[in-house]
């Protein structure tokens, strides 16, 4: 079955070091997605991203943040500068198309520490 | 205000038993889908079960069902014969709009459901 990779599985970094999460959408997904979920609490939403551009994008999603898909097959999510309440499991996410359904099948998920 | 509300923290069933777990959404849009995902302690989010708006059905899948009370802007997850493997964490989520992908799914709290033999 199809699956979303996410690497590394694990990140621990220092304050104020520049972080870069990468993706594997599933091969014919057109849209893309990062969430974050703090241990135990709720999964938030970051950004949505397609053809290329950020199609929509939280609160949570500020200067510190940005994705790219440098090569057709990487999704990444970059954060330029950490901070200890950066620490969290991040998670990606792909959906196929405009369907009503539009169901997003997520990834393992990316658990960054922030010391 | 919260989109999606799940207000129980956990829920305790025994196995082979049917538990509900509860979600309330807020929209004031007609076109909207709500989704629920299983993520068990190894973390990953797993896709359960889908509802549209314009579903005259309750939608199943297998032991899940949701019983969908639109007046009520109620999507509950009902999961039958529960099994030791349900134990996990359960997230209601929401889209807004009309079928255009691309819109983000808000999530509740969750519900720990623990299933004991």
């Known amino acids: 079955e199809p699956e979303v990779t996410q690497t590394p599985s694990h990140q621990v970094t220092q304050m104020g070091q520049e972080v870069i999460l990468r993706c594997v959408p599933i091969?014919?997904?057109?849209?893309f997605y990062w969430y974050r979920q703090i241990l135990g609490q709720k999964v938030e939403f970051l950004v949505s991203?397609?053809?290329?551009?950020?199609?929509?994008k939280s609160e949570i999603f500020d200067d510190q943040f940005s994705v790219e898909r440098p090569d057709g097959s990487n999704f990444t999510l970059k954060i330029r500068s950490t901070k200890l309440e950066d620490s969290a499991m991040y998670f990606c996410?792909?959906?196929?198309?405009?369907?009503?359904?539009?169901?997003?099948?997520f990834g393992a998920g990316s658990r960054l520490t922030v010391l | 205000a919260q989109k999606i509300t799940q207000t129980q923290p956990g829920m305790f069933v025994q196995e082979k038993e049917a538990v509900t777990l509860d979600c309330t959404y807020d929209?004031?849009?007609?076109?909207?889908?709500l989704f629920w995902y299983k993520q068990p302690s190894s973390g990953e989010m797993i896709f359960l079960i889908y509802?549209?708006?314009?579903?005259?059905q309750n939608a199943t899948e297998g032991r899940y069902s949701l019983n969908f009370q639109k007046a009520r802007k109620s999507a509950n997850l009902v999961i039958s014969a529960s099994q030791l493997g349900d134990s996990a964490m359960y997230f209601c989520?929401?889209?807004?709009?009309?079928?255009?992908?691309?819109?983000?799914?808000?999530f509740g709290k969750g519900t720990t459901l623990s299933v004991s033999s």
């Open positions: 996410a792909s959906s196929e198309s405009q369907t009503g359904a539009n169901v997003l099948t």
């Open positions: 091969s014919n997904h057109l849209y």
């Open positions: 991203f397609y053809n290329n551009e950020i199609s929509e």
């Open positions: 929209t004031s849009d007609p076109s909207y889908g």
């Open positions: 509802q549209g708006s314009y579903d005259q």
């Open positions: 989520a929401m889209r807004e709009g009309p079928s255009q992908a691309g819109t983000a799914l808000i």
